[in-house]
């Protein structure tokens, strides 16, 4: 199968995104595929090449490599760097896909998870991996996501929603402050006293216009895997310090992950029954993940949906799947045969 792996593109999450997508090259690349890793954002220069020259196979020895740094990235100079803007979608990116039998979608936030991307494609009859664009905007704003999750009786945090600009409502501590539709927890706080307010919405609205403000559940914290309708074991993180925040998430050591999570069996069916709900109320595609907290007394919380989990050396989904005897490479062997 000739595929384009497409990572990076205009986003909080590039950095994570570029691992991702560099791991899914070389494993697509092992299984005897032929594959091309496209930034979304940098695109290619083809005025001296052909697209058959960006797509690599097994013979040719190719590795790709990437990791997270510490720090998000600083957008404002990669668009000084390659004087595009705010463009999202960066030069040749729709004719190199349009070339390909399908796209891997390894991108992580903004246009590559919020629909828009996905809606593009549609248009271009690009197939590709995934959530389509109706389910990727659904999950994605995290406003309308908890609404559906309660029409659904999926019970999630109370919350107050605040745009920019607004006066800010009395809020009790602790809480939760979040961008509207960021992932990773880029832009997250954890709230424990009102001096930290302020500086928790303006660090929230770096990322984007409205912000949740939510009630703060303490808690374990717990993400099910969705593959191709069926729930992978549950899996727990501990971060080593703080919250499951952007360092914790990316950065080896930073957090004990159990998987699978060592918790009661009648839970592990609960949270696994949640996650098919939450899958299914968000109209969600081929896989997804779901983030929970279950309280001291047993209580679940959903926190949120992925519709493009990470696949980097620490991310969750692959541990999941490894747990029921899924390599990675079948793993991602398995998403891209499940495009249709």
């Not at 605040?162 to 009790?172: A, K, T, Y």
């Not at 696949?311 to 747990?323: G, H, K, Y």
């Amino acid at each position: 199968m000739k595929i384009v792996v497409l990572a990076g593109g205009l986003s909080p999450e590039r950095d994570v995104s570029l691992t991702s997508g560099a791991l899914i090259a070389n494993a697509l690349i092992e299984n005897g595929n032929q594959v091309c890793l496209l930034d979304l954002y940098i695109g290619e220069d083809l005025s001296d090449r052909s697209i058959d020259d960006l797509f690599f196979t097994q013979d040719d020895g190719k590795k790709f490599e990437y990791s997270v740094p510490r720090q998000a990235p600083d957008l404002d100079q990669l668009k000084r760097d390659y004087g595009q803007g705010d463009k999202k979608i960066g030069p040749n990116v729709l004719k190199i896909c349009m070339a390909a039998d399908i796209v891997f979608m390894a991108l992580h936030g903004d246009i590559g998870e919020n629909g828009q991307l996905q809606a593009t494609f549609d248009c271009f009859d690009i197939k590709y991996t995934g959530t389509g664009y109706g389910g990727s905007f659904l999950a994605m704003d995290k406003l309308i996501a908890k609404k559906l999750m309660n029409a659904a009786g999926i019970k999630n945090a109370d919350w107050r929603y605040l745009r920019q600009g607004q006066d800010l409502p009395e809020i009790e501590v602790p809480c939760v402050v979040k961008p509207l539709n960021c992932g990773s927890s880029i832009g997250v706080s954890i709230v424990q006293t009102p001096e930290e307010l302020e500086q928790a919405l303006d660090y929230a609205f770096r990322y984007a216009p409205d912000v949740l403000i939510e009630d703060y559940i303490p808690g374990r914290e717990l993400q099910v895997g969705v593959l191709l309708g069926q729930a992978l074991p549950v899996i727990e993180i501990i971060p080593e310090g703080g919250f499951y925040d952007y360092e914790n998430k990316y950065q080896a050591g930073m957090a004990v992950e159990v998987c699978p999570a060592e918790i009661p069996e009648a839970k592990t069916h609960e949270l696994q029954e949640l996650a098919r709900r939450v899958h299914e109320a968000l109209n969600l595609g081929s896989y997804s993940r779901v983030d929970f907290i279950m309280t001291a007394a047993g209580e679940i919380y959903c926190l949120e949906a992925n519709t493009l989990p990470g696949m980097t050396p620490t991310s969750l989904l692959p541990q999941e799947a490894a747990a029921v005897g899924i390599s990675y490479n079948q793993l991602c062997q398995m998403i891209a045969d499940s495009v249709g």
